[in-house]
Nanobody, 126 residues
Framework: HVPLVESGGGSVQPGGSLRLSCAGAGYTDSSYCMGWFRQAPGKEREGVARLFIFRGGNSIDYADSVKGRFTISHDNAKNTLFLQMNSLKPEDAGMYFC?????????????????WGQGTQVTVSS
């Protein structure tokens, strides 16, 4: 299994946008779970968004705090997971991680994921 490598983090002002990428987010069976997580200093790691694709359906789920602002997507040909982040707020700052799972279950709970990247830093400040 190839490593997951996040990129695209950086520093933006409130209201700005960033597009995060997660290379290596492919799959070998008929179902897969891919998610984005973030962790701010002094806070628990939280699931931001997840994409679940399986035979017969698919599902996307977002944390309430990012609904309407973030979009998760996957490029199958490039084995890359994306997180488009718009209208960024200071509370969105933190280390962002991508993760994948192949257990047939998928949620924003980090316990369901098998592989993790090293993270990319997002800073939102004026």
């Amino acid at each position: 299994h190839v490593p997951l490598v996040e990129s695209g983090g950086g520093s933006v002002q409130p209201g700005g946008s960033l597009r995060l990428s997660c290379a290596g987010a492919g799959y070998t069976d008929s179902s897969y779970c891919m998610g984005w997580f973030r962790q701010a200093p002094g806070k628990e790691r939280e699931g931001v968004a997840r994409l679940f694709i399986f035979r017969g359906g698919n599902s996307i789920d977002y944390a309430d705090s990012v609904k309407g602002r973030f979009t998760i997507s996957h490029d199958n040909a490039k084995n890359t997971l994306f997180l488009q982040m718009n209208s960024l707020k200071p509370e969105d700052a933190g280390m962002y991680f991508c993760a994948t799972g192949y257990r047939g279950l998928c949620s924003r709970d980090r316990s369901l994921y098998d592989f993790w990247g090293q993270g990319t830093q997002v800073t939102v400040s004026s």
